[in-house]
């Protein structure tokens, strides 16, 4: 188990070989999701699924889809028109999520982590403090204004670069990484919360071969620590490889949800229509 992860989760996560045993654990239930940006077009159409602990959900479908509109609704950067999202915390009652505000909704953000398409470094500070900056919804608004964090805030921030071999590059500034090194320091930003859920927009968009294997291996160990993870991708290959689960999207609609193994021909002829022939 890696001990960066492990000291983050082993108040909140017991072992995997326990997860292999016990019972799916729901931590989130969508029913009925909707989503509208205006008047004229809906986005997402009555999703509904449920997530649990521990799985690696690979959500794929054309461009335009609702991928990444389906993964802002659940963090609550964007907000659902209607339909429920309910959370099922391991300490405390299950809540509906999806019409937080305030520090509610900051405190959601945190239980449900989000590593952004663009990664959404801070590019002139340095890339502990960029790490650092993941606590800030749970840090006061004074200390948050000065940058001021504990050191239990610093070691944990330091044991998850560690882990992700950015170690070295601590001290430099976020605009001089390269992408792959970017997309490590918004998985320590995102991890340094202690989310429940951790969503990835396409984190391996902008990567090369050995960055994506890299990258995809570090949100499978997340997982297997018993964090959800769902990620965006675009690669079926990537699905097939990494995740427990696929749910395919199709003009905001859920058109599949299943083991990848599952994924046909007939199935990817929904998906992605004329364009499965793109597909890698
Ligand atoms: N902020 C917004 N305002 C208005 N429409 C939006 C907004 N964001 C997304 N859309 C529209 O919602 C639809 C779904 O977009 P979304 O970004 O969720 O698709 P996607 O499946 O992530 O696509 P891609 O694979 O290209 O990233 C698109 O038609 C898009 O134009
Ligand atoms: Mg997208």
């Given at each position: 188990?890696?001990?960066?992860?492990?000291e983050?989760s082993?108040?909140?996560?017991?072992s995997?070989?326990q997860?292999?045993?016990?019972p799916?654990?729901?931590?989130l239930?969508?029913?009925?999701?909707?989503?509208s940006?205006?008047?004229?077009?809906?986005v997402l159409?009555?999703?509904?699924?449920d997530?649990?602990?521990g799985?690696m959900?690979?959500?794929?479908?054309?461009?335009?889809?609702?991928?990444?509109?389906l993964?802002?609704v659940?963090?609550?950067?964007?907000s659902?028109?209607?339909g429920?999202?309910?959370?099922?915390?391991e300490?405390?009652?299950p809540r509906?999520?999806?019409?937080?505000?305030?520090?509610?909704?900051n405190?959601?953000?945190s239980e449900c982590?989000?590593?952004?398409?663009d990664f959404?470094?801070?590019?002139?500070l340095?890339v502990?403090?960029n790490?650092?900056?993941g606590?800030l919804?749970q840090?006061?608004?004074l200390k948050?204004?000065?940058k001021?964090?504990?050191d239990?805030?610093?070691?944990?921030?330091?044991?998850?670069?560690e882990?992700?071999?950015m170690?070295p590059h601590?001290?430099?500034?976020a605009?001089?990484l390269?992408?792959?090194?970017?997309?490590?320091?918004?998985?320590?930003?995102a991890?340094?919360?202690?989310?429940?859920?951790?969503l990835?927009?396409?984190p391996?968009?902008?990567?090369d071969p050995?960055?994506t294997?890299?990258?995809m291996?570090?949100?499978?160990?997340v997982?297997?620590q018993?964090?959800?993870?769902?990620v965006?991708?675009?690669?079926v290959?990537?699905?097939k490889?990494?995740?427990t689960?696929?749910i395919g999207?199709?003009?905001?609609?859920?058109v599949?949800?299943?083991?990848p193994?599952?994924?046909?021909?007939?199935v990817?002829?929904?998906?992605?229509?004329?364009?499965?022939?793109?597909?890698?």
């Open positions: 188990m890696n001990s960066a992860l492990a983050i082993e108040d909140h996560y017991s995997l070989h997860l292999n045993t016990v799916k654990q729901k931590v239930s969508v029913s009925h999701l909707r989503k940006y205006n008047a004229h077009q809906t159409h009555d999703i509904s699924f997530l649990h602990r799985e959900v690979g959500v794929i479908g054309r461009s335009g889809a609702g991928k990444s509109t993964l802002h659940l963090n609550g950067t964007h659902a028109t209607s429920e999202i309910n959370s099922f915390p300490v405390g009652t509906d999520v999806s019409r937080l505000k305030g520090r509610a909704l405190q959601w953000r982590g989000m590593i952004f398409q959404c470094l801070v590019p002139r340095d502990l403090t790490v650092l900056l606590r919804s840090t006061s608004t948050s204004l000065f001021v964090f504990t239990e805030d610093r070691a944990r921030a330091i044991a998850l670069l882990w992700l071999n170690l601590a001290l430099q500034r605009e001089t390269s992408g792959g090194q970017m997309q490590r320091v918004a998985i320590c930003r991890l340094i919360q202690n989310p429940s859920i951790l990835a927009d396409e391996v968009a902008s990567l050995k960055n294997q890299r990258i291996g570090v949100l499978r160990e997982s297997e018993g964090i959800s993870v769902m965006n991708l675009h690669s290959e990537l699905v490889e990494y995740c689960r696929v999207v199709s003009q905001g609609r859920i599949f949800d299943d083991h193994s599952r994924l046909t021909q007939d990817l002829q929904i998906l992605y229509g004329d364009e499965i022939s793109q597909l890698h």
